[in-house]
């Protein structure tokens, strides 16, 4: 009896850190989780440019899926999606490996790597534009060599386009992956390449087998990043193709966008950011559940 | 007429006259998307005139184009943080507002100043009213039904240069075969819807044009008489078909150049062709309505909307703006810089150019109709301006599945 009212009540452990995390949970409370809640719920009403409360059940939801334009744009997010994930790690993780070779002048490729993601993809969007018109860019460049058939147009042909972005959105996006992955290669400690040496384990097999099971912390922090600026891909598309030709390069992001403030119809607006948040969470609770839930078993 | 417009102008002045007295000098905010260099200049007259009547006009442009404007200037209002006066188009962009009751009603300035007397077309004013009440002062009107076409080119390819639409599907031919792409079109499904409802109005006339948009009669857009329509935006896709621009500029710069032969855009791309020192009927030709028989123009273009406001000297200033904007000398020195047409007959535009004249005769003679932007919601003009951004970029879409989809939307329309 006397032990057990000795022990904390595990409410009260930490007091201050409780207390000076409440203006946090609260604001997580009401901005994210409230703020959710209410575009879930609108999603059920004919709001057109203001908010109002006239349930409709599940017609915006029947609107939207019976929409071409709302499925290319699921397409669209799959391919570039899963594309834009390979090629982000693959090309950042050779990069980065690269680099970590003790090159010279490692610090200006680093620099030059770099630099892209310095720029908005607004005017990421607008150079790849230009360099990819056929009238101006790369095949006006080509063809002014000599080469007078050679026919490079990704960002007029519907089947090709999505593909445009996606060089765009690397081109941007690899050097800071790039970094991340040089800083995990950075962390492994010397005396395990020594090892490896010692015991003739070639360099590559190094790598596959020993370094990368060691970066999987860097590895999770870079899927979350690539994984979030899939979802929310939108002013990169604005910028170089404006969803086009056709709906060809449409995006979820910017369907919603279009209609919430476009189109001005809000309802329709809050399903498709619904279907959005659904797919997220269909791939983050597994994820989440086999990452912390294992943790918290061990 | 002479006598009016004398008349009108007195009273205007003598009105402003009387502001000026009464009136302390009060800041207005304005907020609008008058951002390149020719509506630049045309909002600063709107400006000058405003700070003549001793208050002080604040600008509050916001860059990009409508689409990007609006949403800001919606949220303010609904925010609490309203402007002293804004701009959306003719139309029912502000409807909701409205009905919501954030904009005042101007029906003591609009009984004072006779504007149901003054501007012309009538529909226009009937455009800002809701219940009987006046909430919005329109400006000018733009119109889309316009075909511009490049001398140079058709000179090139060794054609004579078009007097109507068919005419013109029936120069693309030779003109493709000199290396002249026959139209141009930027790929953004507003151009493209704007095309296409250019050639509902020239092709399919002006009652087929009513049916669809006013009445929203699915039978009508899915009937015989619309199919001539899909059928010539079939041609128009099939002549754009090289046309690799987006912004509505490069196409009509694809004109100026004559690497394209025509483009169907609405009057702002004359000062395009102004910009580039080029000569109506010299360098380029205009076809009001395309040139088909009985043209008839939809009057779009802009309103100024003023939100309530707490404060009696702003709720006053903002009378004075709305004032100071129908005003005829405002009116003619706005428009002739905005290159749109004023939205009173009774001024005086001796000083504009020939396409614009034969704009202001078609208006004269009363060949209007509403905009689209008046007639469907623009939930509505999204869904069409995406069908129809489909329809283009998809060469291989057939005409009757176009057609079908048309007809859905016009009757889910609201």
Known sequence: MRSQSERPNPLFRNLNAKIASIPMVLTALVVFVGGTAW?????????????????????????LWSTPRWLVSIENLFIYGALSLVFSFVIGFLLAAMLDRKIRFEDTFRTIFLYPFALSFI?????????????????????SLGWESFTFNPLYDRELVIYGILIAALWQGTGLIMCLMLAGLRSIDEDIWKAARVDGIPVWKTYLFIVIPMLRPVFVTTLVIIASAIVKVYDLVVAQTGGGPGHASEVPAKYVYDYMFLGQNLGQGFAASTMMLLSVVIVIVPWAYLEFGRRGRR | MRYRSVTAMLAASAAALAFAGSAGATDLEVTHWWTSGGEAAAVAELAKAFDATGNHWVDGAIAGSGD???????????????????QFNHGRQAEELVEAGLMRNLDAVAAKENWKGVINPPSLLEGCMLDGHVYCVPVNIHAWQWLWLSNKAFADAGVKVPTNWNEFVAAAPALEKAGITPLALGKQGWQEGGLF??????????????????????????????????????DARKMAKNSNVQDWNQATNLVITGKAGGQSMGDWAQGEFQVAGQVAGKDYSCLVGLGMP???????????????LADEAKSKAQEELASVMLSPKTQVAFNLKKGSMPVRGDVDLTTANDCMKKGLEVLKAGNVIKSTDELISPDTNTQFNDLMAEFFAKQDMSVEDAQKRFADIIGSAD
């Open chain 2, 68 to 86: 990007t404007a609006r949403p800001i200037m919606v949220s303010r209002i609904t925010g609490g943080d309203p402007m002293g006066a804004t």
């Open chain 1, 123 to 143: 005017v990421t969007g607008l150079v790849w534009q230009w360099l990819l018109n056929p009238d101006f860019g790369v095949q006006h460049v080509v063809r």
């Open chain 2, 294 to 308: 009985n043209a008839t123009i939809t009057t779009g273009g802009d309103s100024f909307y003023f939100p309530k």
């Open chain 2, 197 to 234: 409802n250019n050639l509902l109005l020239a092709i399919g006339g002006k009652d087929l044009y009513l049916k669809v948009y006013q009445d929203k009669d699915a039978e009508a857009a899915g009937g015989a008489e619309m199919a001539k329509v899909f059928k010539a935006a079939d």
């Open chain 1, 39 to 63: 575009t879930v719920l609108y999603s059920f009403t004919n709001s057109k440019l203001l908010p109002r409360w006239k349930f409709v059940g599940l017609d915006q939801y029947e609107r």
